[in-house]
């Protein structure tokens, strides 16, 4: 039982954030839009989930993980479209190719280091655009659609476009279950050494790490969750071309990771919903065609942030929290030792 | 032929190689790549396209104008986002650059709209001149040997002047450029600025026979990146040479393979040489 | 006694540079061997060479594991070594700033377990052997250098090494933390570890080595228990300088 309580006790935040999840979509009634940001905000928080694996803390900067997304939303896509397999199907035979892939590509790739690496990861996902965009086979330039199937709404749920509902909560299950990885990750051997490769390479090599291997399944990982993320939103939007391997794509994922808080597993769906909610708000202030101002305030919004504080809104958040115990310790060690100040600065 | 195309990739790839000795620029001094790059150059465009818009100014003559209205964008940018995240890491610098681009780019689809904007009539406009078998377009001449020529002014800037060679200094150790009584705040600045002004000359040399439009100023910022990457961050004759080679294998890959490869041939031509020099053609 | 490692006829170039040449000797099981010279002697370098950082130009390192099997180590990566048995810390410390002590331990640990909660009973018995315990959760970049050097011993300990090299792990700090590295020093010994120490100081040295090897540019210059070494004439000249070495002997 205490077990239990303590479980709820530190997970406080995310459950708050899942029981909004769960009451919102259904408070808000038959209101298609907020259902479509709110699926657009799991879309995306999932996939910088997975981002931030390999860049917030295995530290190596990815600037193409469309590549991932794009293979992800294609499988389905093609498989769909062309053999009738069912979207769940395709799904997982996208895991399996963006895994795949990014083992076989990274394991050359990590070689490098820094922005050669980040360039690099960049160049993968244009030359995937590239060859999408002129492969007949693919749709070329002309992408591929997943056909409208009334006759089995289970399968192809994402279909029925009058009620998104239960998409939606497929979408969140399957985030939660993305969460829930990542976040078991990040206290596991994978997330410690990943951390330690983050900090330092000489380190991490000095205490038995192979940085190579961990930088490679944090990629693969990262990758699988990309694909996931890619595979709902061809069902959601049931079209998809090769814009999707385009950088603009890599870097919402960057965007909404950087600006919730990277390194931090409440980062991606944090930025995911301020960047969302944004955007809704501007777009019901300005109307339809104001693409261009909400990015500039992103854009500005992004800046602040990074230069006030580098691991984002979760940052600020930690801070104050942060300061409020640390300010509730130093009180009770006061009343302890009778001492101000410095505390025992305990040495052996 | 084929010559001919070679030519050609030569010509754009001296202008290639001033855009990306602008951004190795500020790599070399403050490791910190500038991800608004292309939308400097984007708004370099604009700049001259603005000139002979309103008040029929050729680009080239206008080039200084340019050059010093991007020199300030590059100045404030330093001081304004860049100064601010010198001390972080690498990944923050980028991202905050990031972030500008954002601004940058869609302020330029707000004022001037996504539609293809072109300046026509220029000096050198629809004029060759013809070299034994060969025909070489005059614009693409004078952007190329406008080009060379800027790059190597910055050269001699960096290795001969006062300031350049404060400039060189700070880049080999910030501290103790310091000590040595230099202004290293100044310095970046300067060199902030520097990387615009090349950029802002490059889009004066280039507007002739380039339409200009927000969309295509992420490839640019992108070919920037691995021209500087494949000539060695930092290194200024690398990213001539890595210019020129890119221009090079464009124009090659164009004509081989069709236009819609030819990026895809450069991006696959950087993991290829990154496989065999991790560090650059021109790194250590 | 007998040997953990063996180095063998060990060369180092950069470029046209020497940084060891020709070095040769042995680390006995359960032996404090320390490495001294001057500055720029070499002995950095021969410790990456060591552990991995550089592959050597020429020469052999070898080990024999706990079962006595031989292995030649030259130029193995350096976290195989470390699997192997061989852990080393840093000159310029390499703390994890954005880990707590706890965590710094727990990242070495993991080198015998997958489980967290295994890596944190082991890293709690490290923390208590290396007297860090009462600051465990303080953030790395938070630390004093004397901790930030303990908590790299104490992370290096926890991978359960067999042989523990140290690069100058008392460089830096007064008098009584001097005295604590030498007493920990002491009590890793006790327990059964084998220790090569890289090391300035000659009055921390001299009182707990069992041997010590000399390098000057490179070369090894002498070799032996360290009241010969500080009678050797040899080292007093590199260190003192030929000047010094000269004037102490007309006296």
């Not at chain 1, 829930?180 to 000095?206: D, P, Q, T």
């Not at chain 2, 396209?49 to 964008?73: N, Y």
Request: proline share 2%; hydrophobic share 50%; aromatic share 10%.
């Amino acid at each position: 039982m205490v077990k239990i309580k303590n479980i709820f006790k530190e997970n406080l935040f995310a459950l708050i954030l899942l029981a909004l999840f769960i009451i919102v979509p259904l408070a808000v009634g038959k209101n298609a839009d907020i259902h479509n940001i709110i699926i657009y905000i799991l879309i995306y928080a999932m996939v910088g989930e997975g981002w931030n694996l390999i860049t917030g803390f295995a530290g190596q900067t990815s600037f193409g993980h469309a590549a991932y997304f794009g293979i992800g939303a294609y499988a389905v896509a093609v498989l769909g479209n062309k053999y009738d397999v069912v979207p769940w199907a395709g799904m997982l035979a996208g895991i399996l190719i963006a895994t795949t892939l990014a083992f076989l590509i990274n394991f050359q790739l990590f070689r490098l280091k820094g922005h050669y690496f980040a360039i690099a990861t960049l160049a993968v996902a244009e030359i995937l655009r590239t060859l999408f965009s002129v492969w007949t086979y693919v749709g070329s330039g002309d992408g591929i659609k997943i056909l409208f199937r009334p006759d089995n709404k289970v399968l192809w749920l994402a279909i029925d476009v009058r009620n998104r509902l239960p998409f939606l909560y497929i979408t969140l299950a399957l985030f939660v279950l993305v969460f829930i990885l990542c976040k078991s990750l990040e206290n596991s051997k994978m997330g410690f050494y990943w951390k330690a490769i983050r900090e330092s390479h000489e380190v991490a090599e000095s205490i038995g790490i192979n940085p190579q291997h961990y930088k490679v399944y944090a990629m693969m990982l990262s990758a699988a969750i990309a694909a996931v993320g890619g595979g709902l939103y061809v069902q959601f939007f049931k079209y998809v071309d090769s814009v999707v391997f385009s950088l603009d794509v890599s870097m919402i994922f960057v965007l909404v990771t950087v600006l919730g808080g990277i390194g931090n597993v409440y980062g991606p769906i944090i930025g995911s919903i301020i960047y969302y909610t944004l955007d809704l708000s501007m777009r019901r202030l300005f109307g339809g065609t104001t693409s261009g101002i909400n990015l500039i305030i992103f854009g500005i919004l992004l800046v602040i942030v990074v230069v006030y504080q580098p691991r984002g809104i979760m940052g600020i958040f930690d801070d104050l929290v942060n300061r409020r115990r640390l300010a509730k310790e130093k009180a009770l060690q006061r009343l302890d030792t009778g001492t101000p100040g410095e505390g025992s600065g305990g040495k052996a | 032929m084929l010559s001919q195309v070679i030519i050609n990739g030569i010509m754009t790839g001296f202008v290639y190689a001033l855009v990306a000795v602008g951004l190795t620029l500020t790599w070399g001094v403050m490791d910190i790549i500038n991800f608004a790059h292309g939308e400097f150059l984007l708004w370099g465009m604009y700049a001259a396209f603005g000139l002979w818009s309103l008040f029929s100014l050729d680009p080239i003559l206008s080039l200084p104008v340019s050059a010093a209205l991007i020199f300030i964008l590059g100045v404030f940018t330093y001081f304004v986002v860049v100064k601010r995240v010198l001390k972080a890491s690498g990944l923050t610098a980028l991202l905050a650059t990031f972030g500008l681009s954002m601004v940058l780019k869609n302020l330029a689809q707000m004022i001037f709209t996504a539609n293809y904007k072109n300046v026509t009539n220029t000096i050198f406009a629809s004029k060759t001149i013809k070299l034994g078998n060969f025909f070489i377009r005059q614009d693409y001449l004078a952007a190329a040997v406008g080009s060379l020529t800027l790059t190597l002014l910055v050269l001699t800037f960096i290795n001969k002047t006062k300031t350049g060679v404060a400039i060189k200094a700070t880049s080999m150790n910030r501290s103790t450029a310091q000590l040595m009584g230099i202004n290293t705040d100044r310095i970046f600045a300067i060199t902030f600025g520097l990387s615009g002004a090349c950029v802002g000359a490059a889009a004066a040399l280039m507007v002739p026979f380039t339409p200009i439009t927000p969309g295509s100023c992420t490839l640019y910022s992108v070919l920037a990146f691995v021209i500087v990457a494949l000539g060695g961050f930092g290194n200024i004759t690398g990213a001539l040479y890595a210019g020129l080679l890119v221009g090079v294998v464009e124009a090659m890959g164009g004509y081989f393979l069709g236009t819609s490869f030819k990026y895809a041939i450069i991006f696959l031509m950087y993991l290829i040489v990154m496989q065999i020099r991790p560090k650059g053609l021109f790194g250590w | 006694m007998k040997s953990v490692i063996e180095i063998r006829n060990l060369t180092m170039k950069f470029g046209e540079l020497m940084a060891n040449e020709d070095v040769s000797f042995d680390i006995e099981n359960n032996g404090i061997v320390s490495l001294i010279g001057p500055n720029g002697a070499g002995k950095t370098t021969l410790f990456n060479c060591v552990t991995g950082f550089y592959k050597p130009f020429s020469g052999k390192v070898t080990y024999w594991d706990e079962a006595g099997v031989e292995q030649d180590i030259t130029g193995r990566p350096t976290h195989e070594i470390c699997r192997k048995g061989i852990t080393r810390n840093f000159q310029i410390v390499k703390t994890l700033s954005e880990m707590t002590v706890e965590q710094n331990i727990m990242t070495g640990a993991f080198l015998h377990t997958n489980k967290t909660s295994e890596a944190r009973d082991l890293a709690e018995g490290v923390l208590r052997r290396t007297g860090l315990l009462a600051r465990k959760d303080i953030l790395g970049r938070n630390l004093t250098i004397a901790e930030r050097k303990r908590v790299e011993i104490a992370r290096a300990l926890a991978t359960e090494p067999r042989v523990l090299m140290l690069d100058e792990c008392m460089a830096g700090l007064n008098q009584t933390e001097i005295k604590d590295v030498m007493n920990l020093i002491l009590d890793l010994k006790a327990q059964g570890l084998t220790l090569l120490v890289v090391e300035h100081i000659m009055e921390a040295i001299m009182p707990i080595s069992d041997k010590i090897v000399v390098l000057d540019s490179g070369k090894k210059i002498a070799e032996g228990p360290p009241q010969e070494i500080a009678n050797n004439d040899e080292v007093i000249k590199a260190y003192l300088g030929e000047k010094y070495h000269a004037k102490s002997k007309k006296s």
